[in-house]
C-alpha cells in the first residue's frame, strides 16, 4: 500500500515540475529572481512556498545582477508587484 501512495506523489511531484519548467525558460533572471526570494523569505518564516516559487535556478541566472536584485526584492516583500502580475 505504501508504494502505492509514493507512486502516486511522484507523479504528482514530476508533473508539477514539468508544468512551470516551460516558464524557467522564458521567464527573465529578474522575475525568476523575485520568485526565488520570495521562496526564501516564506521559508524562513515557516511557511510554505507559493506555487511555482520553489525550483531549481537555471545555470543562466545564477550570478546575474539582474537574479540578484529579484532575489532582493523578492525578499524585501515584492515591491514591483512581481508575484501578482505573473501568475
Request: with cysteine; glycine share 12%.
Given at each position: 500500500m505504501k508504494s502505492?501512495?509514493?507512486g502516486?506523489?511522484?507523479?504528482?511531484?514530476t508533473t508539477l515540475t514539468n508544468s512551470y519548467a516551460t516558464?524557467?525558460?522564458?521567464e527573465s533572471c529578474y522575475?525568476?529572481?523575485v520568485?526565488?526570494?520570495?521562496?526564501?523569505?516564506?521559508?524562513s518564516q515557516g511557511l510554505l512556498c507559493k506555487a511555482g516559487t520553489?525550483?531549481?535556478m537555471p545555470k543562466r541566472?545564477?550570478?546575474n545582477s539582474d537574479n540578484d536584485r529579484g532575489m532582493r526584492d523578492g525578499m524585501s516583500g515584492d515591491p514591483k508587484?512581481?508575484?501578482?502580475?505573473s501568475n
Open positions: 502505492k501512495i509514493l502516486i506523489g511522484l507523479v504528482i511531484v516558464n524557467i525558460d522564458t522575475v525568476l529572481g520568485k526565488f526570494g520570495d521562496c526564501v523569505q516564506r521559508s520553489d525550483f531549481v541566472c545564477r550570478h508587484g512581481v508575484l501578482n502580475s
